[in-house]
């Protein structure tokens, strides 16, 4: 982070008025949009999280049934009534696609925020209080990291049961790991700066110390990490979904789509093409905003 956007000023801000506070804080996001919207690939995985977005809140309303069959228009391609072609049972895709998004966008939230709630108070404590509690936090976090992120959630999808409220635990509970030790890293480096050093002969408590200091000063790798846990959020439910772990038909999901597509491939490819590109345009524009998020707030990046 430049000075303006790490470190003292962050520190300085929380004894300066709510006037000056305010007015600093939105100098210093006015600033980071202004990185932000120079950099082209930040700004095209922008618009697809923002299309992403409309697709799962604002066209689901919109569309027929998900569920609805129609066996006089069984496997129709794209075009006239059904843009984006019909299945086996006659129901439409785009439907299907847009009532999946939600899904996927309910997996990738809800879950990474779940994440975010729990492992950033303990990465916290655990950077913080470094004498005993750090070594056994690590410990525990190095066992679980241990297992890839996605086998370890089959193997708690499996053990939960198929459902989306499962899948939600499941994915959260693989990625606190990665976030506790992301926030214990950062709270490590921050601890040591002067402006801490300064606060702790203030007197400051630890209490005020970590969410008035530490934390705001963390805040900008968190958001990066947040949109880096949602595109894997999403990749890992539609896996789920895809070996019949996650949600179970007739609901929509993109990964439930590819199921039931492959018996079709060589006679209505669609059925796969559409939930595939639309995992694929997610993952994109969320990595995208995070690699622009992490270039605007790396204290490294140039200008």
Do not use: K
Request: hydrophobic fraction near 55%; charged fraction near 15%; proline fraction near 7%.
């Amino acid at each position: 982070m430049t000075e303006q956007l790490r470190g003292e000023p962050a520190a300085t801000a929380a004894h300066a008025g709510p006037r000056e506070a305010h007015a600093g804080r939105r100098d210093r996001w006015g600033r980071v949009w202004r990185r932000f919207r120079r950099r082209g690939l930040a700004m095209t995985g922008l618009v697809l999280v923002i299309g992403f977005l409309l697709l799962a809140i604002v066209v689901p309303p919109l569309c027929t049934d998900p569920a609805r069959q129609d066996f006089l228009a069984v496997l129709q391609p794209p075009g006239g009534r059904h843009l984006l072609g019909t299945d086996d049972l006659g129901r439409d895709v785009l439907a299907r696609v847009a009532y999946g998004a939600r899904v996927s966008l309910q997996a990738g939230l809800i879950s990474t925020a779940f994440a975010m709630l729990v492992g950033v108070p303990i990465g916290l404590v655990a950077g913080f209080y470094r004498r005993w509690l750090d070594p056994v936090v690590m410990r525990l976090v190095d066992v679980v990291l241990a297992f890839p992120f996605l086998v370890f959630a089959v193997g708690m999808a499996a053990i939960l049961g198929p459902s989306l409220r499962n899948v939600v635990i499941a994915l959260a509970v693989s990625q606190v790991p990665g976030i506790i030790r992301i926030t214990r890293g950062e709270t490590l480096a921050i601890r040591e700066m002067d402006f801490v050093s300064a606060a702790v002969a203030d007197g400051a408590g630890d209490a005020a110390i970590l969410f008035r200091y530490v934390l705001p000063n963390a805040s900008s790798v968190l958001i990066v990490q947040a949109t880096v846990a949602i595109p894997a959020a999403i990749i890992g439910e539609a896996t789920l979904s895809f070996l019949g772990l996650g949600v179970q038909p007739p609901t929509p999901s993109w990964g439930v789509m590819l199921t039931g597509a492959q018996q079709f491939l060589a006679q209505a490819p669609w059925l796969a093409v559409w939930p595939g590109v639309m995992i694929a345009l997610a993952t994109l524009g969320f990595n995208l905003l995070g690699d622009g998020l992490r270039d605007v707030l790396d204290p490294r990046s140039g200008r």
